[in-house]
Nanobody, 127 residues
């Protein structure tokens, strides 16, 4: 299984970026897919998740209304559209994949739920 994250970069505050996570060896439409981010010196934190076939999505409060997670089954890819970016969004962003084993939203906030991880892509937002 390989998750290839891309799309990070440098953007000014208020700008937008779209992150991509292309999966191979695993089917996005039958997996729970998540985005996490890690600030320097901190543990990874939950950003967003999307259930199999896009049935449901969930966001961290800090990004709700600004970020949108989506999946394109034909491309076997998950996207994170980020708008209204703030300097405090600066982090390394990781995509992850897991099994849908619970109908509890908060269950998928946890790193341990996800079996496969991408390599991370840096997002830097300048003020």
């Amino acid at each position: 299984v390989q998750l290839q994250a891309s799309g990070g970069g440098l953007v000014q505050a208020g700008g937008s970026l779209r992150l991509s996570c292309a999966a191979s060896g695993r089917t996005v439409s039958t997996s729970v897919m998540g985005w996490f981010r890690q600030f320097p010196g901190k543990e990874r934190e939950f950003v967003a998740t999307i259930w199999p076939k896009g049935a449901r999505t969930r966001y961290a409060n800090s990004v709700k209304g600004r970020f949108t997670i989506s999946s394109v089954n034909a491309e076997n890819t998950v996207y994170l559209q980020m708008s209204g970016l703030k300097p405090e969004d600066t982090a390394v962003y990781y995509c992850a994949a897991g099994l849908h084993t619970s109908d509890s939203y908060s269950y998928y906030n946890r790193e341990a739920v996800y079996e496969d991880w991408g390599q991370g892509t840096q997002v830097t937002v300048s003020s």
